[in-house]
């Protein structure tokens, strides 16, 4: 166990609708990152926070939005939803910033959009 | 931004040592090189993490040559267990407005 919790463990939806997706980092932990895994592909970084405030940008769709509230969890707001959107989404925490400073991975949403 | 090149796929069996090389050419002065384990339908765990030379922990070592342009992981002794995918990862943490690029990974397949 990571000490990151994400919710929903499972999620079915259909094209055109909203999700939102929920993080909760590692207690302590300032820094979150969302990733988008599909079928069979890699890990592709989409956004950081840090103590609030965005840090780092990867390849998020415009569709897609982040947000890191005040006790430091976090939203991943999907809309618009398309087929292709369907994928494992992960989040990650570590403590600070720097090079150092390795992440640890919740279990993911998965997303599956019909 | 450091690309990372790795093997696409690796076979081994069990009880054998495991060295899987990851490229990173562009690799810049304040990045660290990571490296992490995935099992299907898991989020990756942190195996081990080197800047440079030779790092062991209890799971794996780290070697990273001179000019860091490269890295291997090596596993000692793999077990079924081990069957995963393994991710390089350079980056300096976010500590600067970067891209964190995962890269594709290497599917290791271990067999008895």
């Known amino acids: 166990d990571s000490g990151v919790t994400q919710t929903p463990k499972h999620l079915i939806t259909a094209t055109g609708q909203r999700v939102t997706l929920r993080c909760s980092p590692r207690?302590?932990?300032?820094?979150v990152y969302w990733y988008q895994q599909s079928l069979d592909q890699g890990l592709q970084f989409l956004i950081q926070?840090?103590?609030?405030?965005?840090?780092a940008k990867g390849n998020i769709l415009e569709r897609f939005s982040a947000q890191q509230f005040p006790d430091l969890h976090s939203e991943l707001n999907l809309s618009s939803l398309e087929l292709g959107d369907s994928a494992l989404y992960f989040c990650?925490?570590?403590?600070?910033?720097?090079?150092?400073?390795?992440?640890?991975f919740g279990p993911g949403t998965r997303l599956l959009v019909l | 931004l450091a690309k990372t090149t790795q093997p696409i796929s690796m076979d081994s069996y069990e009880g054998q040592e495991v060295n899987i090389t990851c490229s990173h050419n562009?690799?810049?002065?304040?990045?660290?090189i990571t490296w992490y384990q995935q099992f299907p339908s898991q989020g990756p765990r942190f195996i081990i993490q080197?800047?440079?030379t030779k790092v062991t922990n209890e799971v794996a070592s780290l070697f990273i040559p001179a000019d860091r342009k490269s890295s291997t992981l090596s596993l000692p002794r793999v077990s079924l267990s081990d069957t995963a995918v393994y991710y390089c990862?350079?980056?300096?943490?976010?500590?600067?407005?970067?891209?964190?690029?995962f890269g594709s990974g290497t599917r290791l397949s271990i067999r008895p």
């Open positions: 990650a925490s570590s403590a600070h910033l720097g090079g150092e400073e390795t992440q640890y």
């Open positions: 207690s302590g932990d300032l820094s």
């Open positions: 926070y840090y103590n609030g405030e965005e840090r």
């Open positions: 562009n690799i810049a002065t304040n990045d660290y």
């Open positions: 080197g800047y440079k």
């Open positions: 990862l350079v980056g300096d943490g976010g500590s600067s407005a970067s891209k964190i690029i």
